[in-house]
């Protein structure tokens, strides 16, 4: 039985079933959020220390959500946030500074990819190389088809900006692809 939104809210709103909603909101989410959060971070067990932590602000906060947006919108905006903390953390030990390829290091580790994966690796250094914001905006609308509208709540931007950055990061993209795609 797949539960909706507001059922979700109803339960997290009540002190008495408040333990059960979080569940049913984790079970709900957990897949499209980690997969938002690992595309951000990369490295899977991080995305998974992340994604806790995302559940864990979304239950400390809860009382904070207000119904003038969506639940996913509102969990998206958290996970991005979370995520990004992790990258800034990570950022201040100097180890993306100074190894380019730290996020890439677990998808290359081994040599036996097949070339979807090959593409798939090639696509993920690509978007990588983009400013955080273009990078943001690329995986959001990109891999979850997010709408502007939706995506503009979650990382508080205009959507003419969005619009924009999600322009830019296509053109970084495909002239990253031809400068370094070689087959």
Do not use: C
């Not at 997290?12 to 980690?34: C, F, H, I, W």
């Not at 036996?112 to 190389?129: G, K, M, V």
């Amino acid at each position: 039985m797949k539960i909706n939104d507001a059922e979700i809210i109803a339960l997290m709103q009540n002190p008495r079933t408040l333990e059960k909603g979080l569940r049913v909101l984790m079970d709900a989410y957990q897949s499209r959020l980690y997969w938002h959060i690992r595309r951000i971070i990369v490295d899977g067990d991080l995305a998974q220390d992340t994604l806790q932590e995302t559940f864990i602000k979304a239950y400390q906060n809860f009382h904070q959500f207000k119904n003038d947006s969506q639940l996913y919108t509102w969990l998206y905006r958290i996970a991005t946030n979370e995520a990004l903390q992790q990258i800034n953390k990570l950022k201040r030990m100097q180890k993306t500074d100074e190894d380019p390829e730290y996020y890439m290091q677990n998808l290359v580790a081994d040599n036996t990819h097949s070339d979807a994966e090959e593409i798939q690796i090639f696509l993920q250094r690509a978007i990588q190389s983009l400013p955080e914001k273009q990078k943001l905006v690329f995986m959001m609308r990109y891999y979850d088809d997010l709408p502007y509208e939706e995506i503009s709540k979650i990382v508080d931007m205009s959507v003419g900006t969005l619009k924009t950055n999600y322009h830019y990061a296509k053109q970084k993209i495909e002239e990253y692809i031809k400068e370094n795609y070689e087959r």
